[in-house]
């Protein structure tokens, strides 16, 4: 006879069947894990169950006469009355159709993907043959939109969140089969910047870590990279500025789009939290936690680093170490979790701007980025200003940063509702002109609604 060990934790069954045949009746015999072993011991040695689970092997006694040398062992689900055998004449269980039906509607649904994904190949020749950009944010926003609206027509249950995650995963596979594309953002690996480029573009794209903001923009002017993504503002610190100033020597790269993106910090470590004696982060981070570092570990020094991700490296290696991070930070770096959502303000949120080459389409519920700088006479900020009050145009932010041309002077950074083909933004923009000495529309694209 051969031998075949099932196991589970809560569960082991030996199912004893003769080569080629079965016992009368046609139904195997199954006989409980503590009755199995115990005739394994007496008859032919110890049977021992190691700490992995599923893991059981035999020994000392004789030899298995007539069977296998060698007790195969399979790891099982969770031992349930679906599991079981159902012998002649039992009801199946009450789950069996149910999940029949699943497998059948993921049959469907695996076949109409794949009918969906050969037309994304017909257009990704069309878009290659006309040198037309791969990542169309106007259609995104299209798609997403129709999506969540026909989830709620279905009625649901799955919430319009769950739709949208399931339909960007859906897209970034589309975008490899159209043509790979290379997203660049500010690392290292696992920074908040690398958490957007995942959350926005799916797991099917090369995201590419660069070494500062700037590197971001050179890797889209030089053509190494079909898009970027860089942090603009934060709800808790205010604007980027070293975004802000790229974008003034960058002229030939535009926004194409935004996201939202929650920023939770968790702190992060390899060894338990009664053992840490270092807390390393960004200063940015360890500012937006410092009540709670405060109240929870006041005793323990705190060690300003390069990035979240560096903190997390270094927590990986070092004794003793947590870092302030992300939760994809803690995957990376194989650290555990110790303390989530540490972050002094819950509804911290970073706005990113995704950047390329190629402008994005109007799609009617759009933002427009510009930077002017003022001729130098009175009242010449509130003459541009004024020209967008007078056709209508609403303002959503407004920073400054100082010139290079001069001390002193300014360069004024604008986002406003609207597209810039639109015609009441377009006169705004063209009265506006008349009182700057500079402008520059750095790009029209689709606004960002709900926070990822």
Known sequence: MAYRAQ??????????????RREAGGRRRTHSSSRIAATLRRAYGTFQTH??????????????????A??????????????????????????????????????????ILNQRARVVV?????????????????????VLERVRLANRQSGGP????????????????????????????????????????AKKFGASVQHVPVADINGVFNEISHGHADLGLVPIENS?????????????????????????????HHLLAACEASDVKVIYSKPEVLNQCRHWLADTMPEIPRI???????????????AHAAAIGSALAAELYNLKVLFANIEDNPNN???????????????????????FTTTHKSGALVDVLDAFRGNGINLTNIATRPSRAGPFEYYFFVDCVGHHTDEALGKALSQAREHCLQMFILGSFPRAIDVL
């Open 7 to 20: 196991c589970h934790p809560a569960r082991l069954s030996v199912r004893m069947r003769a080569q080629g």
């Open 51 to 68: 700490r992995n689970p599923g893991h059981y092997s035999y020994g000392g006694g004789e030899n298995l006469p007539q069977w296998d």
């Open 70 to 111: 060698s007790i195969r062992i399979q790891r099982m689900e969770k031992s349930s009355p679906e599991n079981e055998e159902t012998g002649a004449g039992e009801a199946p269980h009450p789950l069996s159709p149910l999940r029949a039906r699943i497998d059948e509607l993921d049959h469907q649904i695996v076949a």
């Open 122 to 142: 017909e257009i990704g020749k069309i878009k290659q043959n006309s040198n037309s950009p791969i990542y169309a944010p106007d259609r995104e926003k299209v």
């Open 158 to 197: 799955l919430p319009d969140s769950c739709i949208e995650a399931i339909y960007r995963e859906l897209m970034s596979g589309s975008f490899a089969l159209e043509k790979p594309l290379r997203i660049a953002f500010l690392g290292p690996r696992g920074s908040f910047s690398h958490l957007a480029s």
């Open 236 to 264: 808790t610190i205010g604007g980027i500025v070293e975004t802000m100033d790229a974008f003034v020597e960058h002229r030939s790269v535009s926004i194409v789009a935004e996201v939202l993106i929650s920023i939770h």
């Open 304 to 318: 300003a680093v390069g990035s979240s991700s560096k903190a997390a490296e270094i927590a990986q290696t070092e």
């Open 349 to 371: 949120v970073t706005r990113f701007l995704v950047v390329g080459r190629h402008p994005a389409g109007r799609t009617g519920d759009d933002k427009t980025s510009l930077i």
